[in-house]
């Protein structure tokens, strides 16, 4: 079974604007709420592809019970900690011209008590579990290394723990314990503190994570695919060009599609495939966290994957 963590679960809502102009009263033609968090993307489209993951992570108020809601019309198992304060509200604004502005929310604080009984519910669901995701920010209230702790728990039980966060969280928890990072470009600058202009860049700047003991990087970017590297091999994962719609969530889209492929024991290259054939479908549709098996089918067979060498 795949776990999926999210701390800080949203309901996202997508307005579309002809055009987007600050200071004035706009009417979107079109308004979209789901419940979101990166965490739920990749939950969502694991389910899509055939299994079924268990979500946990702190829930509150009347949006959580929305996002709760969502999740079981989907029939997405969840196991929420429901916290005293309300679960956040996120804004994406598509213009005319296809530009996508989000405001985020920090979300609610939460306390140790909620905290104490997240790893209670952790504890047991990582008896069962091969692969256990977390993506997305901490919430307000957790210690900056707290990914740290749960890597340490996936460790005792034995479950490859994927890591999807940026920042501050990602630095502090770079452990032996991470048996996959997906950083994009952004991302990755601000963890190795260097400016990455290339692929080569990327490939050097990320080599002393794998010395700290991280068993898999793959590097996204965007419609330039992905850049895979653990201590045996550099892949240079090529995709076709394709007309994208919304590229929010194709990160997490391409997550699921490692889990999904680690779960069901894939070659490595395998994995990638599946990952990017995820990321490049989401970006095809409005919809976040949404793919759709046809194009995944076409894109399996195109995407190439070069080795480079070490
Ligand atoms: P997010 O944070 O929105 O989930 P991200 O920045 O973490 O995204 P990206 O690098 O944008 O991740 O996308 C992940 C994968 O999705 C890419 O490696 C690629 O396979 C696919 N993808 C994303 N954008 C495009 C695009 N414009 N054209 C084709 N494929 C894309």
């Known amino acids: 079974m795949i776990t999926v963590i999210t701390f800080n679960p949203s309901i996202d809502r997508l307005y579309k604007l002809e055009t987007f102009k600050i200071g004035t009263v706009q009417r979107a ?15 969502k489209v694991i389910k899509q592809l055939g299994e079924s993951p268990i979500c946990l992570g702190f829930l509150g108020g009347y949006n959580g019970l929305y996002i709760k809601n969502e999740l079981d019309k ?9 916290i005293n304060g309300e679960s956040r ?3 994406n604004i598509i213009d005319g011209d296809k530009n996508s502005t989000e405001i985020l929310e920090k979300g609610p604080r939460i306390n140790e008590d909620d905290i104490l009984d997240f790893e209670s519910k952790l504890d047991k669901v990582l008896e069962s579990s091969k692969v256990l995701v977390a993506s997305g920010s901490l919430s307000q209230g957790m210690p900056v290394d707290y990914y740290k702790t749960v890597g340490e728990m996936c460790n005792r039980k034995g479950v490859k723990f994927i890591l999807d966060t940026s920042g501050r969280s990602l630095e502090m928890s770079i452990s032996e314990n991470l048996y996959l990072i997906k950083p994009n470009i952004e991302e990755l600058e ?14 050097n700047a990320s080599k002393f994570l794998l010395e700290k003991g991280v068993k898999n990087i793959c590097i996204s970017m965007g419609k330039d695919g992905m850049i895979f590297l653990n201590k045996e091999h550099i892949y240079d994962v090529k995709i076709p060009k394709i ?12 997550i699921a599609g490692f889990a999904y492929g680690v779960l069901n024991d894939y070659s490595l290259k395998d994995c990638l495939k599946l990952a990017n054939s995820c990321g490049m479908s989401n970006a095809l549709y409005m919809e976040t966290g949404y793919i759709n098996k046809k194009d995944i089918a076409l894109f399996l067979n195109e995407i190439k994957i070069n080795e480079y060498n070490y």
């Open 190 to 203: 601000l963890l190795t503190h260097k400016k990455i202009n290339n692929k080569e860049d990327a490939i």
């Open 89 to 91: 509200i996120c804004l």
């Open 243 to 254: 007309e994208v719609l919304n590229t929010v969530g194709s990160g997490d889209s391409s």
């Open 29 to 43: 033609n079109f308004v979209n709420p789901t419940a979101g968090g990166k965490g739920l993307n990749v939950a």
């Open 74 to 82: 989907v029939e997405i198992v969840n196991n929420f900690t429901e």
